[in-house]
C-alpha cells in the first residue's frame, strides 16, 4: 500500500494507474476508521482496479464549538485496518496543503443544505462539499463511495457532482450498524457505558416507523406521533432529540403522505455527542 502525504506525490502515481487504464475508486474519510467505513473500501476494491482512501479531519466541516480538537484520530491503526482491506493508497494530507493561507473560494448548495443538519450546522455542508471537491480535483477517481448512514451528504455531493458536471459516480452503500442496531459511527467512541445504551432510542425509534409503515399507516403525522411513546418506554434520559422528520427523500420536501418513498431521519445528542441515523421507507 502506498502512503502519499502531498497532492503531488499522489497525483506522480495516479497518472500511472490512469496511463494504464486502470479504474480508480475513492473513499473519503476523517479517519478512525470503522466497519462501515470498510465496507466503503470492500465496495471499491471490489468494483475498481485501484483503491485510493483519504484521511483528513476537515476543519471546515466543523462549527466553532463543534468537536474538532477532540475529534478521534489514530492514523497508524487505520493504515493497518486499510492495508488489511487491500486499499491501493492513503492520502493523509496537511491542513495547510488545502486550505492555505487566505483561502476563500466555497462550494454552497442553497436548497438541500438548509434543511435537517443544516439547521443546526449552517455552515457544515459548505464545509463538506468544498473539500469533497476539491478531493475529487485530486485524486479525479472514477467511482467515489459514500455511507448512506449520511444521508443528506450523500444527497448533496450527488446533486454537487451532477450541477457541477463532475465525471465521477457516486456508489452509496448501506449503513453498517453495531449487533444491537447502533449505526456506526467514529463519534460512539465518545459514549459513556450509559450513554451508549441510552443511544439505542435512535435505531429503535426508526426500526419502529418502518414497522408501523410495513403495517399499513403512511400518514407522516401519525408516524411521526408514534415516537413519544417510544422515547417514554425506553427512558432514556440522556437523548434529546434535535430532529425527527419523515421527508421526500429525493429532494428533502415535506410529505403527508407516503406514496412510494420516504427518508426517515433523526439526530440526537446523546450528553454531549450528536448521532444521527435514518432508514428510507419503500
Ligand atoms: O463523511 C465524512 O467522513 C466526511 O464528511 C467527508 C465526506 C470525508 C468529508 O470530510
Known amino acids: ?12 502515481v495516479l497518472w500511472d494507474i490512469r496511463a494504464s487504464q486502470k479504474t480508480i475508486g475513492f473513499v473519503p474519510t476523517m479517519g478512525f476508521l470503522h466497519d462501515g467505513h470498510l465496507s466503503l473500501v470492500k465496495n471499491s476494491v471490489e468494483k475498481c482496479d485501484f483503491t485510493v482512501v483519504s484521511i483528513f479531519v476537515n476543519p471546515a466541516q466543523f462549527g466553532p464549538n463543534e468537536d474538532l480538537d477532540n475529534y478521534p484520530r489514530d492514523y497508524e491503526q487505520d493504515k493497518k485496518l486499510l492495508e488489511n482491506a487491500k486499499t491501493d493508497l492513503i492520502f493523509y494530507p496537511e491542513k495547510e496543503s488545502l486550505y492555505p493561507d487566505g483561502f476563500s473560494t466555497w462550494v454552497v448548495e442553497d436548497k438541500l443544505s438548509k434543511v435537517l443538519c443544516g439547521k443546526s450546522r449552517p455552515t457544515h455542508f459548505k464545509g463538506v462539499l468544498t473539500i469533497v471537491a476539491k478531493l475529487f480535483n485530486i485524486v479525479q477517481p472514477d467511482f467515489a463511495f459514500f455511507g448512506q448512514k449520511d444521508y443528506q451528504q450523500l444527497l448533496l455531493i450527488k446533486k454537487m457532482v451532477k450541477e457541477l458536471d463532475f465525471p465521477i459516480e457516486i456508489i452509496s452503500c448501506p449503513i453498517v450498524r453495531e449487533s444491537d442496531g447502533l449505526a456506526m459511527s467514529s463519534r460512539n467512541k465518545y459514549l459513556s457505558d450509559k450513554e451508549r ?7 429503535r425509534i426508526i426500526f419502529e416507523i418502518e414497522k408501523a409503515f410495513q403495517d399499513g399507516e403512511s400518514n407522516t403525522k401519525n408516524l411521526i406521533s408514534l415516537k413519544d411513546k417510544i422515547i417514554s418506554d425506553s427512558n432514556s434520559k440522556n437523548v434529546k432529540l434535535e430532529y425527527f422528520e419523515i421527508l421526500n427523500s429525493d429532494n428533502l420536501e415535506p410529505l403527508d403522505k407516503i406514496e412510494k418513498s420516504a427518508l426517515v431521519a433523526i439526530a440526537g445528542k446523546c450528553g454531549s455527542t450528536r448521532l444521527i441515523d435514518n432508514i428510507i421507507l419503500k
Not at 445504551?197 to 435505531?203: A, I, N, Q, R, T
Request: aromatic residues 6%; proline residues 5%.
Open 1 to 12: 500500500m502506498i502512503e502519499a502525504f502531498e497532492k503531488e506525490e499522489l497525483r506522480n
Open 197 to 203: 445504551s441510552d443511544s439505542l432510542v435512535l435505531p
